[in-house]
């Protein structure tokens, strides 16, 4: 490894000094890092894991940067993962569709319903990369990621060994997985294989699916009416990054037990919520956050889009610790009103 003016290059990657991860954060929070580096291949990931400087200092791993939130700088080394690609096994009708960390969900998602391999159609522009898919355990419309994962492939940061993950091994839950527990920090996901169907098991009984459906006058919908009903609902209730910051559902829907649930709604009859297992009630964190009169409050640079409570926004020159202060009183006030305390959805840093 040697310097050129402020970078430095391994024979595979290079790497820069205090850059601006404003572009690689869609809340657009104007933090630097000290280091930065973007991998194009597991080779050159396999060659970072080996070098010096990745054993001397904090590292961050980043795939869209669209579920976190930026509080400060980062004193450490950013490892931006772009690699690439997608490949599909046909096997009958069972399909086994492979994509590198790197590839842009909603274009994965696109190359399976033109390819009409079922699955993921429900998870139409969803924000992120493959690679954060099965961190996240990133889930939409009645479908969790879990229901079509079938392994991936990750590296251990401390010994540069690939491994493979399979569906049990991954210990999937609401929005969680092993790798935000007993390996947090741990592992860095190179690939993705997903299991999907040539045959379709349409799903539209959550959200507006089908009302949005019966307005377009689609009886027998297929997977591509699924994907672009999904995505005309996300954009219609959802902000787009590029042109106002934010990082999605800023909360997860709570789920409490049963007991807890029937105080709740003994108070508020109107409670929205689901069946989420024996014993189990899910909450729907947005609507519990526009009964305390959130949904489009605009406090400072920062605020909740006028058209979901759920999600917090950057109305131009908001500071990550502006946001973070926003949700504390979001999570307080919900907490003295419904005795339920939100849990936030993205990381925070």
């Not at 033109?114 to 009645?142: C, D, H, K, M, R």
């Not at 997903?194 to 009886?219: H, M, P, W």
């Not at 500071?319 to 990381?347: C, K, P």
Request: aromatic share 10%.
């Amino acid at each position: 490894m040697y310097p050129i003016a402020n970078q430095f290059i391994l024979s595979m990657t290079i790497f820069q000094e205090n850059i601006s991860l404003k572009p690689y954060n869609t809340f657009s929070i104007p933090v630097s890092a000290h280091y930065f580096a973007e991998i194009f291949t597991p080779s050159a990931l396999e060659e970072l894991l080996e070098s010096k400087l990745i054993k001397e200092q904090p590292l961050l791993i980043l795939g869209g940067g669209s579920n976190l939130l930026f509080t400060k700088d980062f004193n450490g080394l950013v490892i931006k993962i772009s690699i690439p690609g997608i490949s599909a096994n046909v096997q009958g009708d069972d399909v086994i569709v492979t994509a590198g960390a790197g590839v842009v969900w909603n274009d994965f998602v696109n190359y399976c319903v033109q390819n009409g391999f079922a699955g993921v159609e429900n998870l139409s522009l969803i924000p992120g990369t493959v690679g954060a898919s099965p961190i996240q355990n990133i889930g939409a419309y009645g479908v969790e990621l879990k229901d079509v994962f079938a392994s991936c492939s990750a590296y251990e940061i401390a010994t540069g060994k690939r491994r493979e993950f399979n569906h049990e091994e991954a210990r999937f839950g609401y929005r969680d997985s092993i790798f935000k527990n007993e390996l947090k920090g741990q592992y860095i996901i190179a690939e993705v294989s997903f299991r999907l169907s040539r045959v379709a098991r349409i799903n539209t009984q959550y959200g507006a699916i089908q009302e949005e459906l019966t307005k377009r006058g689609i009886d027998l919908p297929t997977i591509a009416d699924v994907s672009a009903v999904v995505a005309h609902i996300r954009v219609s209730k959802l902000p787009d990054p590029s042109t106002i910051g934010n990082a999605g559902s800023f909360f997860k829907n709570p789920v409490i037990e049963e007991k807890a649930f029937k105080e709740v709604h003994e108070k508020f009859p109107e409670l929205v919520h689901y069946p989420a297992g024996k014993g189990k009630v899910k909450l729907a964190a947005g609507w519990l956050i526009e009964q305390c009169g959130f949904k489009g409050k605009v406090v400072g640079q920062t605020g909740t889009w006028k058209n979901q409570a759920l999600v917090l926004v950057n109305h131009g020159q908001a500071t990550g610790q502006e946001v973070y202060s926003f949700s504390e009183n979001i999570i307080d006030t919900v907490a003295a009103r419904f005795g339920v305390r939100l849990e936030r959805e993205v990381n925070i840093l």
